[in-house]
Every structure is written in C-alpha cells, then in structure tokens.
C-alpha cells in the first residue's frame, strides 16, 4: 500500500494558522486521491479533507469548510492542507492518505485506502 509522511504540525494560538503536507517518497501522487484525516485524543478518527485525482474536486467536514483548505502540487508529490482560524477544538494527530481516485473511504467509508503513516501533532492552545 502507498504510504505517505505527514509534516507541519505544531503548537499554535488560536486563530493562528498551519499549514501541513503530506508527501510521497516513493511514488507519484498523480493517481491517486489524498484524504486528511485526524483523531483527538480518546475520539476515532474523523475525515479533515480530501482531494480528488482526476478533476482535483475538493471535500470538506462542516467542522472545517471554510477556514481549512486542500490543494495538490503533483510534480512536488505533495499535497497541502492549509489550516486557518484554528480552534482548540482542532487539536489532533493528522493523518494523510491515499484514497484510490475519488476519495471513496473519506466519503463512505468504503474503499481500501493507503496504509497509515505516524501523523503530526497540531496543538490548539493559548
């Protein structure tokens, strides 16, 4: 399974602002659809984001449309989730994968997406 490595993480103020990537070492991004997901402390995993492959189509939970965004830098086999406005409610390990070409398993669930790197730490705290 493609694996991807998450950076970017950190501690911020609310109302502050990061920005993480999520990069392939190995393998071009180019068919693939990347899906942000996170998991806060003694909660499951929630979908954050997810971007397309074939139209570059965007997705957003309601806990973040409008202050998160998603976009793809192919030949930098990267992909970026921009993080503004943050919340503390926003604290969580965030994770990226792959997620075939439509983002399927952010959307229902079903799928079989990439395998699961270590994440990164973003902290929401004054």
């Known amino acids: 399974q493609p694996q991807l490595a998450e950076f970017g993480g950190g501690l911020v103020q609310p109302g502050g602002s990061l920005r993480l990537s999520c990069t392939a070492s190995?393998?071009?991004?180019?068919?693939?659809?990347i899906a942000w997901f996170r998991q806060a402390p003694g909660k499951g995993r929630e979908g954050v984001s997810c971007?397309?492959?074939?139209?570059?189509?965007?997705y957003y939970a309601d806990s973040v449309r409008g202050r998160f965004t998603i976009t793809r830098d192919n030949p930098k086999r990267t992909v970026y989730l921009q993080m503004n406005s943050l919340k503390p409610e926003d604290t969580a390990v965030y994770y990226c994968?792959?997620?075939?070409?439509?983002?399927?398993?952010?959307?229902?669930?079903?799928?079989?997406?990439?395998?699961w790197g270590r994440g990164t730490q973003v902290t929401v705290s004054s």
């Open positions: 971007i397309s492959s074939t139209d570059g189509r965007t």
């Open positions: 994968v792959t997620d075939g070409g439509y983002c399927s398993y952010y959307r229902s669930g079903k799928g079989d997406p990439g395998s």
């Open positions: 190995e393998f071009a991004l180019d068919y693939y659809a």
